[in-house]
Nanobody, 120 residues
Framework: QVRLVESGGGLVQAGGSLRLTCAVSGGTFNGMAWFRQAPGKEREFVAFIDWSGANTAYRESVKGRFTISRDNAKNTLYLQMNSLKSEDTAVYYC???????????????WGHGTQVTVSS
């Protein structure tokens, strides 16, 4: 069965960095993405990457600070987060989609999330 497991979240001071990891098992996926959800808010798109890594997309507020990448040999997705702000505090989820997936989906599988808390 397919499973996506996030790790790497934690508590960090504003201006600091974290790297999130999503370990994938049970399948391979053309497109993968990171989403986040803050308390009391709806889940929002953060970043997308295709199989080759050549095509990426980011929400405007994280451009220049976050970098999405993947290691297909290890079937692992990453999100490098630099210059973190308090507004980045959220539970971060990885998502995976098969052929034809775009930034808006469809995402067939989701992880359970990892908490990122940024103190100011």
């Amino acid at each position: 069965q397919v499973r996506l497991v996030e790790s790497g979240g934690g508590l960090v001071q504003a201006g600091g960095s974290l790297r999130l990891t999503c370990a994938v098992s049970g399948g391979t996926f053309n497109g993968m993405a990171w989403f986040r959800q803050a308390p009391g808010k709806e889940r929002e798109f953060v970043a997308f990457i295709d199989w080759s890594g050549a095509n990426t997309a980011y929400r405007e507020s994280v451009k220049g600070r976050f970098t999405i990448s993947r290691d297909n040999a290890k079937n692992t997705l990453y999100l490098q987060m630099n210059s973190l702000k308090s507004e980045d505090t959220a539970v971060y989820y990885c998502a995976a989609g098969r052929a034809g997936v775009t930034t808006s989906g469809p995402y067939n599988y989701w992880g359970h999330g990892t908490q990122v808390t940024v103190s100011s």
